[in-house]
């Protein structure tokens, strides 16, 4: 997984709230057993005027010119402003393999899905949780400035847009996972030597447990 210490993109503004995982990514490119390759597909509904498939390229597509992904500045975001509850819905980790393949390294939002916002860190993406009074501020500052950018130090909890520095909370575990580059089975793997002694530890105190004729 690809670290992320300091980002600066592009923020585009979808605002509006409980913007559901179906929403990011339709249940027909569920099919796919591949891990990457779904950055076409992000909000697929209203990128597109015809249906897609997986197989179907993206550049065959009528787009929605009234969507604000198919739009330059924002069709080269990589920082996302929402509204509350982003994420919610169904587990699938496709939806953030989606935003991930667009290019979309940072959220910000007042609330996130639980399992979206473990997905997100698990796929290298800070979802960052602002109050809303602060979301509503940054709705009207990038909607004021079209391609407005923004810039997020992770080790340091800070937001930089529009002249302003916003502190945001972080907790140790994820803060180290995303300077790392560290996923669950990453982070797992750091620490093998400790479980290949805890095993060879138990091996001689109790050999009957790994005696497999038993």
């Not at 179907?56 to 080269?76: E, K």
């Not at 639980?114 to 602002?130: A, H, Q």
């Amino acid at each position: 997984m690809q670290p992320l210490r300091t980002h600066q993109g592009i923020v585009v503004p979808i605002d509006r709230a409980n913007v559901d995982t179906d929403m990011l990514l339709p249940k027909e490119y569920l099919k796919s057993l591949e891990a990457e390759g779904f950055g076409d597909f992000l909000f697929d509904d209203e990128r597109y005027l015809d249906p897609g498939r997986i197989d179907l390229p993206a550049a065959s597509r009528r787009r929605n010119a009234a969507f604000i992904l198919n739009h330059p500045p924002y069709d080269r975001a990589s920082v996302l402003l929402a509204q509350a509850n982003f994420g919610c819905g169904s587990s699938r980790e496709h939806a953030v393999w989606a935003l991930r393949d667009f290019g979309i390294r940072v959220l910000l939002a007042p609330s996130y899905g639980d399992i979206f916002r473990d997905n997100c860190f698990n796929n290298g993406l800070l979802p960052v949780v602002l109050p809303q009074a602060e979301i509503d501020r940054l709705f009207a500052t990038v909607q004021a400035d079209a391609g407005i950018e923004a810039r997020v130090d992770v080790e340091a909890g800070t937001l930089q847009i529009g002249g302003r520095t916003l502190g945001f909370e972080l907790d140790e575990g994820h803060r180290h996972d995303l300077l790392h580059g560290l996923d669950e089975i990453a982070r797992t793997w750091t620490c093998r030597q400790a479980i290949t002694d805890y095993e060879q530890h138990w091996r001689q105190q109790a050999p009957w447990l790994f005696d497999r004729r038993r």
